[in-house]
């Protein structure tokens, strides 16, 4: 697909406005009756397709007691169903040329693969068995137990940033599912049954709880076949309920400290409250993200790693179905200590909140959203992944076509604005790793 | 950041890093699945013996330009500096500041990256094509007119001191430079890409100055452009701004051939790290170089090792047994010379037993070897896997670079998929036979020594090491 000229240009409304409707016109998608959604983007650039399966379920869906199950059975899906036993899912699918993986997020389960576009109808086949007539068996789940918990381990081991992420939400988070980490409690991982198991596969691997993207060198015409073929005679289920807890306002601010003795320099992680991504907030939000931390003419890395009080900074913005934290995090450079790193961190986000950014900063900021939609519209991976994103988190990929003008509409005063109402005090927790105990002096 | 995955990004293992996968392909335009093919470029050279790719490409409006020049860890005098120097490009340059180049760059929504490997140093740009001539200005200047400005200076080797200290809390980030040095001892090969701490201190302003200019010049350098652009426009913005940069001394570089170590008895390096709550370890010995004829064949027989999912290493130890999250192998190639490693991770109490699994199902190519099914299986695998690769225009201008530095072509590359094809079982053979270490196997284990020490005296001579001391 050429969108050279169209709807990339036009993501910040750079060039011609009439390229709008073609660019929406190039994802086709059609609903099988039994509610599940298809989206297709034809591209022959490479002889490759890849398609990805977003399901609505993540750790939001959970409870204590089952944490962690969610991405769990991300790993289970590949422990055989009724047609492909055990292994035969990635034996099939390797054997065929193609490769996959999957993700859990605090919202989402996504399986995705990529393979040669003359496989397709493999990837329907195993998608099918699995969805329809997934085996959860005994000793599978007593060997994935085993996988999920080195998983856990490995991050733990090598992420300062999952160290204290966890630590972080589950201060941040008090009444929320929120609160615990996708990979879920050590003690759930180890404990959760069969019948959880068998619960879960049935309420939330559900068509009608389900959405595909395919892109790739595919016709619209084989994907419909396949999709009614393979799709079409698995039945619906009953809407899964809603997550209804909605997290309390935060009136203080919120801490945790957590030790690990092998970390070289203090590190800071800020959470603060923010909206889903569903507010019309998010483009601001977004927006102020790219200028603390994108770049080292950014914010955070002139305030602090520019001064030597910091060697590397980061903000996030994720996306979100309900109300999560914009996060932003430092870590210390050697014989700064934490208080005055988190001094400094805080520093420069309050004064965004109070003397706002210049018009030279939010341009930047829109040139540097345009250049991430390019190069995520440059492989058949980025597009399907981008589409996928703005039909979950923005209720349809007609809003990646609106996702111009939104950024467009994004003044210095919205920036402010946002930074005055939610990167303040009394909506923040602060998480800080540091090699020594945490004690009385 | 959010993202729990189901494997480790790549299967073979991001943990070694050193899953190389095999070179690209030039085809035929037709979607014929694993018949993709470079599309066509155009290399020439200045007078300057400056070497220029163009590889036009229109998918988005968007180029890449990188700078790959022959110099690396193998030219350090010191450990580090061929990386510092390529991190040292960025601190201002032609007049402008650190800050007003990061200004200008990051304005223009675009990126500078640089970096020094074990044989190469990189210079990239990232930006949209309408800004081509204000980026290509600065890249030319950050290439050839850096300040190395001396504030700045200290304050970039500040930084990769702390770096280091940061990579060793990640077992996984260091376990590779271990893993070299171990191999390959005092050869070039055995340097520290990143340096340490107190080499890294120990680099003056001067020295850096000094590296730039005995390597960086245009007959020792290659610029791969990708991207929308139109060849000969670009042809003449290139010509015009690098026919002046000028040659100095002939650039010496080390003959890497010399004195290669070869492995005299199994050694296991046991890197202590108190508070671990897993041993990352790795193991294997020198193997093969970059030319060697026989790689796309090579890389096969590794796909069925561990360089996918369902390979014997990730089936082992992670579906059969439980023991790890995810375990594979792969080679790193250098231009004389290399290595190829199985690598896994298991909670400390699991040591023996991951390593134990993943040494007797290395054993099994040797033993039982790789059979027609297993074999059709990672032929379409590795086939079906490669288009993807090259998809982007970073990647294309990185393999361009590639060629340049290891002196290979589009013929190697074009002979992809019929190698691919070409593969039998009893090539196989002669494969595992001639370029797999089998013996004298050397080790790497990063945990905690105290629980670990007497595991790993069963695999061979033991040196024991903190993680926190400045060394590799």
């Known amino acids: 697909m050429k969108l050279k000229q169209s709807a990339l240009a036009l993501m910040l409304g750079l060039m011609i406005s009439s390229a709008q409707a073609t660019e929406a016109r190039d994802i086709q998608s059609f609903t099988l009756k039994n509610g599940m959604k298809i989206l297709v983007l034809e591209d022959a650039s490479i002889p490759n397709a890849n398609s990805y399966l977003f399901w609505k379920v993540g750790s939001r869906n959970e409870y204590p007691g089952i944490t962690g199950i969610s991405h769990f059975f991300e790993h289970m899906m590949f422990n055989g169903a009724k047609k492909y036993g055990p292994k035969m899912f990635d034996q099939t699918m390797e054997a065929a040329g193609g490769a996959n993986n999957a993700y859990t997020t605090e919202d989402l389960t996504v399986y995705t693969n990529w393979f040669p576009a003359n496989v397709l109808e493999t990837i329907f086949d195993l998608e099918a068995d699995r969805i329809a007539h997934l085996d959860i068996n005994a000793k599978m789940v007593e060997s994935e137990r085993g996988v999920v918990t080195s998983e856990r381990s490995t991050g733990l081991e090598n992420s300062n940033f999952q160290t204290m992420h966890e630590e972080l939400k589950g201060v941040a988070f008090r009444a929320h599912p929120y609160s615990w980490p996708v990979i879920g409690h050590e003690s759930d991982i180890k404990a959760w049954t069969l019948h959880d198991l068998k619960r879960f596969h049935k309420t939330y691997y559900a068509p009608n ?15 419909k076949r396949l999709a009614e073929q393979y799709f079409a005679p698995i039945p619906s289920q009953p809407e899964p309920e809603a997550v209804r807890t909605v997290e309390p306002e935060q009136k203080g601010e919120r801490r945790v400290y957590v030790q690990k003795a092998s970390v070289s ?23 102020l993200n790219s200028i603390l931390s994108q ?21 996030y913005l994720p996306m979100s179905f309900d109300p999560n934290l914009f996060y932003t995090m430092a870590i210390a450079s050697p014989g ?9 961190l805080i520093a420069v986000i309050n004064k965004v909140a109070k003397e706002g950014v210049s018009q030279e900063e939010l341009e930047k900021a829109k040139n540097q959203k345009l250049m991430q939609f390019y190069r995520e519209m440059e492989t058949i991976n980025g597009k399907a992944d981008i589409i996928g994103t703005y039909e979950l988190y923005f209720g349809s990929y007609q809003k990646l076509f609106d996702a111009p003008k939104e950024y467009q509409k994004v003044t210095a005063a919205d920036i402010q604005r946002v930074a005055q109402s939610y990167l303040k005090k009394s909506n923040r927790t602060v998480a800080v790793l540091d090699s020594a105990e945490d004690k009385d002096l | 950041m959010n993202h729990i995955m189901k494997a480790p990004k790549v299967v073979a293992l991001a943990l070694l890093s050193s899953f190389v996968f095999a070179l690209p392909v030039m085809a035929d335009q037709k979607n014929t699945p694993g018949s993709f093919q470079l599309p066509a470029y155009e290399q020439l050279k200045l007078d300057n013996g400056l070497t220029v790719f163009l590889l036009p490409q229109h998918e988005v409006p968007l180029i890449t330009v990188q700078a790959t020049v022959r110099a690396g860890a193998v030219n350090d005098k010191v450990a580090g500096l061929a990386q510092l120097t390529s991190q040292a490009l960025l601190l201002g340059a032609g007049g402008k500041s650190k800050a007003q180049i990061e200004q200008l760059v990051d304005f223009l929504g675009a990126s500078l990256h640089s970096d020094g490997s074990m044989e190469g140093s990189s210079l990239r740009a990232d930006f949209m094509a309408k800004d081509t ?56 090969y055995g340097n520290a890409v990143s340096g340490t701490a107190a080499s890294l201190q120990s680099i003056s302003q001067q020295q850096v100055k000094s590296f730039h200019q005995s390597y960086y010049q245009p007959g020792n350098t290659a610029i791969s452009i990708v991207g929308d652009f139109k060849a000969e426009v670009m042809k003449a913005q290139l010509q015009k701004l690098f026919a002046n940069w000028k040659n100095g001394e002939a650039v010496q570089q080390p003959d890497l ?45 590794n796909t069925v090792l561990g360089g996918r999912f369902t390979s014997w290493l990730n089936d082992e130890l992670r579906v059969n047994s439980g023991l790890t999250y995810g375990a594979g192998s792969g080679f790193d190639r250098y231009s004389a010379s290399g290595t190829f490693s199985i690598g896994s991770f298991t ?44 998809e982007t225009n970073t990647a294309l201008a990185g393999l361009l670079g590639d060629m340049y530095l290891y002196g290979f072509n589009q013929d190697f590359i074009n002979s992809f998929q019929s190698k691919v094809d070409q593969l039998t079982v009893a090539e196989s053979k002669r494969l595992i036979n001639s370029y797999f270490p089998k013996n004298q196997l050397q080790f790497v284990l990063v945990g ?10 069963t695999y061979g001579e033991v040196t024991q090491v903190e993680i926190t001391a400045d060394s590799f």
Request: zero cysteines.
């Open chain 1, 209 to 223: 709880n389900a959405v595909m993207v395919v892109a790739g060198d595919v016709k619209l015409a084989e994907v």
């Open chain 1, 265 to 287: 320099s203090p590190n800071i992680l800020l959470g603060f409250h923010i909206p889903a991504s569903s507010s019309p907030d998010y483009y601001a939000l977004d927006l």
């Open chain 1, 295 to 315: 770049g080292n003419s950014s914010r955070l890395y002139q305030g602090l790693v520019d001064k030597e009080l910091a060697v590397d900074v980061f903000s």
């Open chain 1, 336 to 344: 700064v200590k934490a208080a005055e790193l988190e001094a400094a």
């Open chain 2, 133 to 188: 001539e204000q980026m290509l200005a600065v890249f030319h200047q950050v290439l050839t007119q850096p300040a190395f400005d001396a504030a700045e200076f200290e304050k970039l080797k500040a930084r990769q001191v702390a770096a280091v200290a940061q990579a060793k809390e990640s077992p996984r980030m260091v376990i590779d430079q271990y893993f070299n040095k171990l191999v390959f001892g005092a050869h070039p």
């Open chain 2, 257 to 301: 051939t010399a004195e290669l170590p070869k492995a005299e008895k199994a050694k296991v390096l046991l890197v202590n790290k108190a508070d671990a709550i897993e041993t990352t370890f790795s193991f294997g010995g020198i193997a093969i170089k970059q030319d060697n004829p026989d790689y796309v064949g090579i890389s096969v027989v």
């Open chain 2, 347 to 390: 909670k400390t109490e699991s040591t023996q037993a991951a390593v134990d699994l993943a040494l007797k199902t290395y054993q099994r190519l040797w033993d039982k070897g790789i059979d027609q099914v297993t074999l059709d299986s990672a032929k379409a695998y590795v086939k079906g896997q490669f288009p993807p690769r090259f």
């Open chain 2, 448 to 457: 905690k020594a105290e629980a670990i020490k007497d595991i790993a005296k």
